[in-house]
């Protein structure tokens, strides 16, 4: 089963259980990179309780080690973790109705937008200087419309400079 596959089973699964749940990470790069960039794990933020992500994910054969914030399963070799939310990228928080749902063969993804992850990834870049955060949202740029204006604004709340957004946009 591909990540995005798996992504949209999960996503489905969590959607239909009335766990919010929004993909963000490595995986959403992969899916927004055509795979450019390889994530082995699924990042999913959510606001609710660890129990009842538990029960959602139970039927599909995950399970989780007590104490532990991954669920593996047998039949692949993504794991996916759920870390603690809010979702936010730097010091902005984005509410769930600002995300995105694909709709793909095998259900639906609740993802964060490309912008998003792009803001993800930057905030990596500038406050860790996590190059490989960089490449990614370059990766990102190259293949999706990107809202530049929602970027500029996140960037200059975040204290970041505007240098480094005028130059992933013109590798774009």
Not at 139 to 162: C, H, P, R, T
Request: hydrophobic residues 40%; proline residues 3%.
């Amino acid at each position: 089963m591909s990540l995005e596959d798996l992504a949209s089973v999960v996503s489905t699964a969590l959607e239909n259980a009335g766990v919010d749940a929004v993909l963000t990470g490595g995986g959403a790069v992969s899916i927004y990179s055509n795979n450019e960039y390889q994530s082995y794990d699924l990042d999913f933020i959510t606001t609710r309780n660890i129990s009842e992500v538990t029960e959602a994910l139970q039927p599909l054969g995950f399970v989780r080690n007590v104490g532990d914030r991954y669920f593996t399963h047998s039949a692949t070799e993504f794991a996916i973790e759920f870390p603690t939310g809010p979702l936010s990228f730097g010091e902005t928080i984005v509410p769930l109705d600002e995300t995105s749902i694909l709709k793909v063969p095998l259900g639906i993804i609740r993802i964060v937008t490309p912008t998003q992850i792009i803001m993800d990834r930057m905030a990596a870049y500038i406050h860790w200087n996590d190059n490989q955060s960089r490449e990614q949202a370059i990766s990102v740029v190259q293949s999706n419309e990107i809202d530049w204006k929602l970027l500029y604004e996140w960037a200059e709340k975040e204290g970041a400079s505007l240098s480094i957004i005028d130059r992933l946009k013109e590798l774009g």
